[in-house]
């Protein structure tokens, strides 16, 4: 047996919903199954840790952090003093100038 969930919502908005349901080969019985499995599972409303100004994606977990910091360091090479002095110590004219070069190659 199963309970009756009801909710008021506008009109066109449960129009416009019900159709991305359908054309997903979904109901709007599964979507609040699913919010109210997401809400259980999470603890918190679906979109929540976008309103937190987050990305809308989960945490990195430590084994995550550890792998970027390991990829991080495997692809950064020190930069001796004299580099500096050879690009005029302007390194954002220095990289403009070299994109414009660049760009001017391709023709």
């Known amino acids: 047996m199963s309970d009756l969930v009801s909710a008021r919502i506008a009109p066109e908005i449960r129009r416009q919903g019900n159709e991305v349901l359908a054309q997903l080969g979904s109901s709007p019985s599964e979507l609040i199954r699913s919010a109210y499995e997401y809400v259980i599972v999470k603890h918190r409303l679906p979109g929540d840790e976008l309103r937190d100004g987050g990305q809308g ?4 977990d430590a084994a995550s952090l550890d792998a970027l910091v390991a990829s991080i360091a495997e692809s950064t090479v020190g930069v001796p003093p004299s580099a500096w002095s050879a690009i005029g110590g302007d390194y954002k004219a220095y990289i403009a100038a070299e994109r414009e070069a660049e760009y001017e ?3």
């Not at 994606?57 to 990195?60: D, S």
């Open 57 to 60: 994606e989960e945490a990195p």
């Open 105 to 107: 190659a391709l023709a």
